[in-house]
């Protein structure tokens, strides 16, 4: 199932631009993978929030500057062809600078990096037992209508 990590510095988002910016994420990743936007795959997408102090930021080695996103999303190796990698670099990034009053177009539009990490066959576990995106296809597939 995908995972995302978001990390940023506290305070440069309020709870309910957090609150939308997460889902829309998610979403952004579901459709990247064509994958049906169920409770299901909800209940089984993850998002990890790092909430960094300022200060454990650092630009260039010299203090914290203006607050920096990452966004790393983790799927399994190739689930995402390089056409919709390149959509859901572009999605984050929107939603992103959306939650953030960010100008996507800026001189801050590099203070948003997404990562999509892909995990090889084989490399995924949950449960105590290894998970083949083969098996995580057949579970979309049982919970669409």
């Not at 997460?22 to 299901?40: G, I, K, N, Q, S």
């Not at 203090?63 to 062809?81: C, N, Y």
């Not at 990562?115 to 296809?137: D, F, T």
């Amino acid at each position: 199932m995908p995972m995302i990590d978001l990390t940023y510095v506290h305070g440069s988002l309020d709870q309910h631009q957090l609150i939308r910016l997460t889902d829309e994420l998610v979403a952004a990743l579901l459709r990247a993978e064509r994958a049906p936007d169920t409770p299901f795959l909800r209940e089984n997408t993850a998002v990890y929030l790092h909430a960094l102090d300022s200060a454990a930021q650092s630009v260039g080695g010299r203090g914290s500057g203006a607050p920096r996103f990452r966004v790393e999303m983790t799927v399994f190796e190739g689930a995402l062809s390089q056409d919709r990698k390149e959509q859901l670099a572009a999605d984050v990034h929107a939603a992103v600078c959306a939650a953030a009053a960010i100008d996507p177009a800026g001189s801050r539009a590099f203070h948003v990096w997404t990562l999509i990490r892909e995990i090889p066959e084989g490399n995924w576990a949950g449960g105590g037992k290894i998970i083949y995106h083969q098996q995580v296809k057949g579970l979309v597939a049982d919970d669409e209508p």
